[in-house]
């Protein structure tokens, strides 16, 4: 599944190694590194680049996760398919709702729980956090935004980007920045992480897991999985799994400051019942 992700940022030789694997997946925890590296017309020192690149310790620990990617996504009773044009609606509900379940359980596969660690403290230290995001990422940036807001955390958001660099620049060293983007090649996001970078605010990047212009300017990354296919093109499922991710974040940073942010979320939940009953 890294895998897939990783294809566009990785070497001409790795890129050999990861497709034999892609195409005969059951095969190569089988394989020495000899084996895998004649197999895919590379050398051994290709097949070990591949595992480092994809983050793995070493090939047994490749071999090891992939043989557990395997075993977790035999399914046969669940078939992720892209929706085909005619198809019924039943069939369509079914497709979506699968192909977003799919996008959260990949993206917990390949969550970095030390990085997770470093952004929740990040936030949790911080005086301000400000979301920036482009189109469909901006709209998990806004979500991002409300919700901190529910435990007083000072951050700003914005659709414009103007504002975006604006914001950006009035960033100082101990604030963060959490940037969305799924490709992280958005030439509007790489201009914000650029500005940010200068001012020495941490950056944290939600990106598509492999090597992308965004997560090398990035302090910390935290990746996410897609299942976008044809039809289901207008960033669906990429979406859902940057907000479950903002939803992580979120949940974390409350549950370690809930005694000083339970005050926050009980204003929030009294203001939003004010509202409700004024309609």
Same mark, same amino acid.
């Given at each position: 599944?890294?895998?897939?992700?990783?294809?566009?940022?990785?070497?001409?030789?790795?890129?050999?190694?990861?497709?034999? &694997?892609?195409?005969?997946?059951?095969?190569?925890?089988?394989?020495?590194?000899?084996?895998?590296?004649?197999? =895919?017309?590379?050398?051994?020192?290709?097949? &070990?680049?591949?595992?480092?690149?994809?983050?793995?310790?070493?090939?047994?620990?490749?071999?090891?996760?992939?043989?557990? %990617? !395997?075993?977790? +996504?035999?399914?046969? %009773?669940?078939?992720?398919? %892209?929706?085909?044009?005619?198809?019924?609606?039943? $069939?369509?509900?079914?497709?979506?709702?699968? $192909?977003?379940?799919?996008?959260?359980? #990949?993206?917990?596969?390949?969550?970095?729980?030390?990085?997770?660690?470093?952004? &929740?403290?990040? !936030?949790?230290?911080? /005086?301000?956090?400000?979301?920036?995001?482009?189109?469909? $990422?901006?709209?998990?940036?806004?979500? @991002?935004?409300? *919700?901190?807001?529910?435990? +007083?955390?000072?951050?700003? &958001?914005?659709?414009?980007?103007?504002?975006?660099?604006? =914001?950006?620049?009035?960033? *100082?060293?101990? /604030?963060?920045?959490?940037?969305?983007?799924?490709?992280?090649?958005?030439?509007?996001?790489?201009?914000?992480?650029?500005?940010?970078?200068?001012? #020495?605010?941490?950056?944290?990047?939600?990106? *598509?897991?492999?090597?992308?212009?965004?997560?090398?300017?990035?302090?910390?990354?935290?990746?996410?999985?897609?299942?976008?296919?044809?039809?289901? #093109?207008?960033?669906?499922?990429?979406?859902? #799994?940057?907000?479950?991710?903002?939803?992580?974040?979120?949940?974390?940073?409350?549950?370690?400051?809930?005694?000083?942010?339970?005050?926050?979320?009980?204003?929030?939940?009294?203001? @939003?019942?004010?509202?409700?009953? $004024?309609?």
């Amino acid at each position: 599944m890294k895998i897939k992700e990783s294809l566009s940022g990785l070497t001409k030789k790795e890129k050999l190694v990861a497709k034999y &694997v892609l195409q005969f997946p059951h095969d190569v925890p089988k394989m020495s590194i000899q084996e895998l590296a004649a197999a =895919s017309g590379t050398s051994p020192s290709s097949v &070990v680049r591949l595992c480092k690149s994809l983050g793995y310790s070493g090939y047994k620990e490749f071999c090891r996760l992939l043989t557990a %990617d !395997i075993s977790a +996504n035999r399914q046969d %009773d669940i078939v992720y398919e %892209d929706v085909r044009p005619g198809d019924s609606l039943p $069939s369509i509900a079914k497709s979506v709702v699968m $192909s977003n379940i799919r996008a959260i359980e #990949s993206s917990l596969q390949i969550l970095n729980v030390d990085q997770l660690e470093q952004a &929740v403290t990040a !936030i949790c230290q911080a /005086d301000r956090v400000d979301f920036y995001g482009v189109g469909t $990422s901006c709209l998990v940036a806004l979500d @991002a935004h409300s *919700k901190f807001l529910r435990i +007083n955390k000072h951050s700003n &958001v914005s659709e414009d980007p103007h504002v975006q660099v604006l =914001s950006a620049a009035t960033l *100082k060293k101990g /604030d963060v920045a959490v940037i969305i983007s799924y490709s992280g090649e958005t030439r509007d996001v790489l201009i914000i992480a650029d500005i940010i970078k200068k001012t #020495s605010a941490t950056i944290i990047a939600i990106t *598509k897991y492999g090597k992308n212009p965004l997560n090398t300017q990035a302090d910390i990354n935290l990746y996410t999985y897609s299942t976008e296919n044809l039809i289901r #093109s207008g960033a669906m499922s990429s979406r859902i #799994s940057q907000l479950t991710i903002i939803d992580i974040l979120y949940t974390a940073v409350a549950s370690n400051n809930y005694g000083s942010v339970k005050p926050h979320l009980d204003k929030s939940l009294f203001a @939003a019942g004010r509202m409700r009953s $004024s309609k």
